[in-house]
T-cell receptor, first 114, second 110 residues
Framework: GAGVSQSPSNKVTEKGKDVELRCDPI?????LYWYRQRLGQGLEFLIYFQGNSAPDKSGLPSDRFSAERTGESVSTLTIQRTQQEDSAVYLCASSPGQLNEKLFFGSGTQLSVL | SQQGEEDPQALSIQEGENATMNCSYKTSINNLQWYRQNSGRGLVHLILIRSNEREKHSGRLRVTLDTSKKSSSLLITASRAADTASYFCATGGGSYIPTFGRGTSLIVHP
């Protein structure tokens, strides 16, 4: 595709359920980022993948959050045992992979935990 | 943290006026980027200024960078209603991971 694709665009779940969010980066982009944005707030870094290197997980808020990436393609962000405070927009971005380049963002997944 | 912080948090102006937003950060950077976000969804990259640059232009956008004051400003000239959005700065440094501030919410009244 031409841009970063995220699915689903909206997800409503019940507290305690697991959710899986998907990100398809731009083809050829080796760097992939996940951010979280609570209502009216800035972007909170979650995790960063660069090629086949070990991901930087320093932003994950708890062990309920995990993410995987297959090679330099699709990434999934999994939240286990969701809590109401997990409600936010989850944004994925990719970049060609060189140091400090601009990011290309997807439209995000709006997660609502009831 | 080298997270950028935008100021003001909110800005309301009339169409045709100029809008100025500021960003301050704490540590050394390699570059600073400005992004725009409509309706709380994906961000769109506007402009990147490197640490050895002082000013950069792109259409109606003008960005300045003062590394001695650890600050940057984004000027939108002759604003339009379509410029209504949230604007974020992101600082990039040795960690390679851009960190974002809370943004400035700009409303341009027609």
């Amino acid at each position: 595709g031409a841009g970063v694709s995220q699915s689903p665009s909206n997800k409503v779940t019940e507290k305690g359920k697991d959710v899986e969010l998907r990100c398809d980066p731009i083809s050829g982009h080796t760097a992939l980022y996940w951010y979280r944005q609570r209502l009216g707030q800035g972007l909170e870094f979650l995790i960063y993948f660069q090629g086949n290197s070990a991901p930087d997980k320093s932003g994950l808020p708890s062990d309920r959050f995990s993410a995987e990436r297959t090679g330099e393609s699709v990434s999934t962000l999994t939240i286990q045992r969701t809590q109401q405070e997990d409600s936010a927009v989850y944004l994925c971005a990719s970049s060609p992979g060189q140091l400090n380049e601009k990011l290309f963002f997807g439209s995000g997944t709006q997660l609502s935990v009831l | 943290s080298q997270q950028g912080e935008e100021d003001p948090q909110a800005l309301s102006i009339q169409e045709g006026e100029n809008a100025t937003m500021n960003c301050s950060y704490k540590t050394s950077i390699n570059n600073l980027q400005w992004y725009r976000q409509n309706s709380g969804r994906g961000l769109v990259h506007l402009i990147l200024i490197r640490s050895n640059e002082r000013e950069k232009h792109s259409g109606r956008l003008r960005v300045t960078l003062d590394t001695s004051k650890k600050s940057s400003s984004l000027l939108i000239t002759a604003s339009r209603a379509a410029d209504t959005a949230s604007y974020f700065c992101a600082t990039g440094g040795g960690s390679y991971i851009p960190t974002f501030g809370r943004g400035t919410s700009l409303i341009v009244h027609p």
